[in-house]
């Protein structure tokens, strides 16, 4: 499982959320209590909107403990708006171009989760990418198709909703193919102005979800464990929800997977 | 807590002992049970003796589970004397120089363990080095330093002597300046031909040593943990014991700090 | 261009073509004269047969000068047959899976040269594969797909015939797309027993290939540029060629790509 | 040889300097034309202050063409004060300890140059040190080392006495020990607020410094080499200079190692 944190709100120093010593994303990951993996070694990465609009990225193989690179940016840079995350490998080998968070233009993604036979998926998902979508793919993980998927599905103009037809169509798929089908999915995705979050799981037992007020008015993080125990603080999200931060502040509402687009879009790839 | 395997016997494939999927040292790094320390992602080594005196090695930062090469490389290489480690950072940074076996000559060490106070220590223990030991320090780790020590008080001719005088060395200088002792301390280290371990503790509390035959007649593996649960298998060293691996099969004698050259040379060194 | 160095004969040390100081492939890689880029820094790697029938591998993004794993190895590892790389990157980021040699079963592969319009080409490239060779895709290279297309199309029984049939293939697939077609391809490959190499251009201006005896007798290397200055030494192969070592000693042939198979397979996939 | 960029002025992207396609230190560290060693592949490495005291820190140990982080570090980062370096490594291993710009505080300093017969002096100049200086040494290189010295020598309260009183003591210590001495020294160190730059040979070759006007009223570059042909826009700093650039803008004086405090000094070391 993997481990990340997501803030938007007043501009503040990403150490606070990802390497300060005592309850950060970063020492989460060295020492894990309630994850069922028992470290996160396998590379991390940030992504930060800053002044552009497309946000920086900075993703390292290492162990995020031992990074010195990781410890110095995190304390200089500050940012409304981040997503942090520390990889223990499902799918992809270990290399930077299979770290989270995965970048798109203005838009960045992160996921905590699997997808059951992704082998036999992988091929028939890349098919589903129109060549722009095709060549943006840097590495072989299932999060980073996911991603492509929901973007190829009209991401930036409707999150949510390609969000729900690319997992949709992915359920579909498997079913389709393998005569089984199991997605577990938290995953966080922004396009530098509003934070969205999903929980979702096919069989219900999604990776948990937290949310909690964070560097002044308005201000938000997500996790997808507590980085404390101050149990409350951290209101948990439900399975089959979505969370969407912006300038309004925290909305949640439903999610579940969608199969409209699925008639169309496979019986052209059929 | 590192942890490590050493060899003695009949030319084997290092995967047996390396990375073999059911219990090897790589497997027991990522997931460990016994230890203290939940990983070991700090980096590994290996150093195996072949055709040449001086042995070959090969270091990296990654952690071990996730390297293609190191995979490969024990797959390919066949040895009848090699020494494995995977570090948990306790001094000194994550980098190749930094990570175990290190290797002088046809000599190589590699430790589990730790030095208290160290940080006041390092300046005398290098001061005692002559040009060419202080000129062979590529890091920045109490082992590396340690086994320098010994070298310069003669590893190479009388083996358990030198180690007993460099542990004693460390324990008087450590008591002189800061008042205390504690040198924990689980060592293995050969010149190619024979294969050295030592288990001992100022306070009794080594980290563990143990021993099995492994690949045909006379060979012996010497481990920090038990690779498996077969508890029948594992004879476990005794704190203040030494074990030698040689033609004639496996010694264990006593072990002790020596304070005999310490006179000698910390005058010298004052 | 990359660089690269091939040899079979009797086993030798690979540091005597690989990293000796005088004149290897190593030390060309750092100072390069005759080639077009100042540089190959992008990465290393190695491919050698030992015992088993698999060749064990070693590659690494740092450049190759400056690695200790690699000078260690070089002079521990003997071997009858062994491809050695260093990489300069047109196609694919900087990363271990992106390094030459490619290796499939007991297959190996490497390459110097280009695919004009490969972004083009990728995708109808890899539709080619089935399944198995698809998934056996890890990188994002022109020369990896080139190698897997080469096994689709029978490399294991017809090795010639069949990279006859993987260039002829690209270059009509790049004449149907792009209205135009341009392979520049200098290659070595083997399986353990035999080694192959081939210069081959669209444009009859191939990287260059040149053969010398090496290390005893019936041993010769292959390399990318000479290693040396005794021009008497190295035999230029000419465009157009492949070269074959096996127990018959050096053989030359002429290469030229192969239509034959096009028609068949191209109406498959379209 | 190592080549180095360094601004002070309004705040601007780092990439202006560092990274842009066109005339930058990355491009020409990539194919050099005018320097001697072909290439700067041994890694790099920024220092840039921002909000906090003491400078953001970024090095790698991979080329810095083909470094992703590096790209997108330097699109996002404003600063009206930093230093980039690539190197060409002559003391010390490719790691990044021993990658430039050295920070201690909020003093930063990178280096290119060489100091001659440092196996020799390396180990009296860490004798020079103090405790708390000692202990800041984290890697191999002359480099740092003659930074310590000037920290330790008052680099803090008086810059450039301190750099002339070091360079000084590197000197008459390499006199004294060897019977010659030459140090060849490009450095730019700075606080946070004033930007110093030094050129001094003992032999008066010292590797070249040139200044420009950059990014607005008042900001100023210094390089190592001219970062494009247009010849008008380069002021060569001449040897025995030390370039000081401040709010009053750039200012020039003489520079030359400083025996005073040497007297002293090394008789305490003897």
Redesign the interface.
């Known amino acids: 499982m993997c481990r990340w944190a997501a803030y938007r709100g007043e501009a503040i120093y990403l150490e606070e959320l990802v390497t300060s010593p005592a309850h950060s994303l970063i020492e989460q990951s060295?020492?894990?209590t309630r994850a069922k993996t028992?470290?996160n070694?396998?590379g991390f990465g940030l992504a930060?909107y800053?002044?552009?609009p497309e946000?920086?990225?900075?993703?390292?193989?290492?162990?995020a403990w031992?990074d010195?690179?990781l410890k110095?940016?995190a304390?200089?840079?500050?940012s409304p708006l981040f997503l942090a995350h520390v990889r223990a490998?499902t799918h992809g080998?270990?290399?930077?171009?299979n770290c989270h968070p995965f970048v798109n233009g203005n838009w960045t993604f992160m996921h905590n989760g699997q997808i059951d036979h992704f082998?036999r998926l992988?091929?028939p998902m890349e098919t589903m990418l129109d060549?722009e979508h095709?060549?943006a793919r840097?590495g072989?993980t299932d999060s980073e198709l996911l991603f492509l998927l929901a973007l190829q599905f009209g991401l930036r103009e409707r999150p949510l909703a390609a969000m729900a037809e690319a997992v949709g169509f992915v359920e579909h798929m498997s079913r389709h193919l393998t005569g089984a089908a199991r997605v577990r999915f938290t995953a966080a995705f922004s396009d530098g102005r509003t934070l969205y979050a999903v929980r979702y799981a096919t069989d219900a037992q999604a990776p948990t979800l937290y949310a909690a007020p964070m560097g002044g008015k308005g201000g938000y993080c997500l996790v997808s464990e507590p980085l404390n125990d101050e149990t409350d603080t951290w209101v948990e999200i439900p399975d089959g929800s979505a969370v969407i931060l912006s300038e309004d502040g925290l909305d949640a509402v439903a999610f579940e997977p969608d199969m409209a687009t699925i008639d169309v879009n496979t019986q052209a790839a059929e």
Chains 1, 2, 3, 4 share one sequence.
């Open positions: 060295h020492c894990a028992a470290t070694a396998d930060w800053g002044d552009r946000p920086g990225r900075f993703r390292d193989v290492l162990p031992s010195c690179n110095s940016l304390r200089q840079i500050r490998a080998a270990t290399r930077r171009d082998d992988r091929r060549d095709f060549h840097a072989t």
